[in-house]
């Protein structure tokens, strides 16, 4: 699954080392010299991959996996499919996480473990005609960058990564496991690609699941000023065409974002979230994981999202709501206030 | 209006190209060879400017202007003063924000058009006395820095950025479009002078609004670090003498704040604000736009100030109101949620 | 106290010196020439070493006080023990601010004020075996870094700050006034070490009181990308082993958090708390200063915690209360919302 302009694999590993890495138990019969070459989703994973289920949410999907091999816990062992190795253990997303670290140790790196950066713009970068490299930058193996485009003062773009035509990059922005698109505007000292904040819970505190996704960036998009944009833990984290991203915005791993969306400065999105196109967010808006947000949402500055919102309607306040409800009970509370003023004034308070 | 220390004109145009370019049809009589060389507000255009109006409420304006031209809507286009040129379209906005994309195509450009930048610091640029400038600096064309200064590792200066004595410029700190006073403190990573936030809809999408402002700090304001503090569209963002701005700020583009406020970290100001002077303002307190505060004025921590707020007062909550009525709202909910507690302990929730 | 790996103190400076800068009256006896060579907060000092008590409510602090001197309101005055100098003045605060300005005038520089950079990589840094420094980076001087360690593209140390081994610092990261552990991760563009947000009053705007403290990180600690971390004014800025930051969050001057917290994005602490182990904060909570976080609390996203919060259990809202009472007052806030519409509806609203 992992990119490999981003992420070089130690693998292969046996079945017999990850059980062992991992304190897993093969199930009886399992072949332990099986190869496992990378980590995916119980979804997506094909043959050669090792794949985790740790809920009995997700029973169907394990039900169906194509993985050749998947860490559950003994309860959910006897569900995983007759052609696939069930490694047994009582935490598979720790097991996973494991497995994942030996495969990929470098995944946060710039640069490839074997070609440590030297000098500071790498031997291996295209850069189009008519493009500016400002003194200062920092270009890694293998980037590619297109014509007419602008990479500013002190700006560090990781390996690998590719940037379109006549887009501008602004001082000290940093861009790594990354698509950039064509026409795009990325501000100064905006965070592009960098881990997402994912740990699994451990004896020895919290362990941190490798971030093996990327980041796309479609044409026409702007990133403003200091906005991070965490890449994915095994998907993308996509902001489609035409989005505008103001400053300061927070976007966490997996989370999709449609084409012509405006999101104002401060936003944060906590991760996995499909957020349809023309969705409009005000100011210091706050969206939960995991929910839906229909085409053409509005939601008002400082709202706080926890439920998935439909398509084309306004909403507001913390829950979020639909937004006339949200003014009935902010005028509710106000006449509460004054009416508290009356007892206050009579000493009743 | 746009200074020419920070922006370069393409003009000037003719009327007839601009109606081309921004398909908007001259009245009858007008000179199409009628040459215009900036942009401007409707208050402030004068003779060789072209200006906009898009809605009644501005029509006292509109009636004044003193521009050679004005974008209107049809329905507007009866007001225009006999001596100017009405420009009759349906988007009076977007028209305007074309003419203004070809008269300054590299707006948001560290250097002139004609000099990429070659070395980190550019020959013209002045330094004044006793003033360090760190490894990694970068430092445009026509800059000028004062004396006893100190631009940090890292730090990048666009061109034409004039900055006062014994200024303290930190790691990273990135400044465009600017003028910055004496005895001002920047801390690393902020970010002065970019792109303010604001697009108008188009069939294409949002449609990018060229930001041809500056940033003013006077004299000793302090800007933390991270914070983000956008230049002006067609005025200027100014920090009044002695404030000082926390870390993780938005302030967004005609803002003006006055002498010696305190915000506090993570504020987010929306834009084009009239803060008065001696204003507080706790964490995370956002403000909407075109909201004028008055001298004095405190607003809590985590108030969202909705309204233009009357000086001397303190204000809480959100929608922000006076505090005391706040705290009575807070005690209120409170309430209903100890009766609800008795309620769900009674089976009735 | 100031750590000298970062602070170089002008002093010793006479008690006639500090009278007469900080407009204070030595009181009647006192050796005009007694030498101090520190400043310390009023539990801490010790002989050579100044403090200062400007309330009542320290009283008890005060009688105990081993510092030399201290500065006192008239009011206070009788209080200080018979072997400390009380120096007499109106604002104890500001006058010890200056004092602490006075010895220290270059408390926030990344370099001793005899030696301004020259080197992006200081002669007198130490780098461990098998440590890349990428290139673009800024050491310092005096500063030692572990084995097997990173430091990014244009990352910026500063003088005598300390980093563990196999430590991975981003790019454009900064870092000051500081000590960081083995096995941290900081990523892109988070400032860690520069000045608190620390101010008095006074007749001429507000007076910066010196920031003289430090940041701690210790081991396993992982900080997001464009994440702030202040130093502390007098103590330190302590980050506990194995936690974990998210990006955009802002930790202020003194801050003690403990051992495997969760501090999701855009987080803001405002200053002195002391933060228990095991604690987890939900994305964009907000915490008041100088309250204690119990082991183990929970908050919910976007709570505001304005009181100290009791162990092991789980709060939400603002102000942050026990979540199942917040989760009954949205209930009923809910209810009243839609009790407002029908009322609304029968047009009494």
Not at 5 to 34: C, E, K
Not at 223 to 247: F, S
Request: contains cysteine; neutral net charge.
């Amino acid at each position: 699954m992992a990119d490999p302009r981003f992420y070089d694999s130690t693998g292969p590993l046996s079945l017999a080392q990850i059980g062992q890495l991992a304190s897993a138990a093969l199930v009886t019969g399992a072949d332990p010299g099986t190869l496992i070459h990378d980590v995916a989703p119980l979804d997506r994973a094909t043959a050669g991959q090792i794949s985790f289920c740790d809920t009995p949410r997700f029973l169907g999907t394990l039900q169906k996996t194509q993985a050749s091999a998947v860490f559950v816990t003994s309860k959910l062992a006897p569900s995983v499919p007759q052609n696939v190795v069930a490694l047994v253990c009582d935490r598979p997303t720790l097991a996973f996480a494991k497995t994942a670290t030996r495969l990929y140790p470098d995944a946060g790196s710039l640069w490839p473990a074997s070609q440590p950066p030297v000098l500071a713009i790498a031997p291996t970068a295209r850069i189009g005609a008519g493009t500016i490299v400002a003194p200062g930058a920092f270009i890694g193996e293998g980037v590619e960058i297109g014509e007419r485009a602008v990479v500013g003062p002190g700006a560090v773009i990781g390996r690998g990564v590719q940037i379109g035509h006549a887009t501008r990059i602004g001082p000290h922005v940093s861009i790594s496991h990354a698509l950039i698109g064509d026409n795009c505007i990325v501000h100064a000292g905006a965070r592009i690609g960098q881990d997402g904040f994912g740990y699994v819970n451990s004896a020895s505190g919290h362990f941190k699941i490798p971030q093996l996704g990327r980041v796309i960036l479609q044409d026409h998009v702007e990133v403003g000023a200091n906005t991070a944009i965490d890449r994915g833990a095994l998907a993308d984290t996509v902001i489609g065409e035409g989005t505008k991203i103001d400053n300061l915005v927070q976007i966490g791993h997996n989370n999709h974002l449609g084409r012509h969306c405006i999101i104002v400065s401060q936003v944060g999105m906590s991760g996995s979230c499909d957020i349809e196109d023309f969705v409009v967010m005000g100011g210091q808006v706050g969206v939960a994981d995991h929910l839906k947000i229909g085409k053409g949402v509005q939601v008002a500055a400082r709202g706080g999202v926890t439920r998935s919102l439909e398509a084309g309607k306004v909403y507001g306040g913390f829950p979020a709501k639909p937004v006339e409800q949200w003014r009935r009970e902010v005028a509710s509370l106000s006449r509460m206030g004054k009416a508290g003023k009356t007892k206050t004034e009579a000493g009743n308070d």
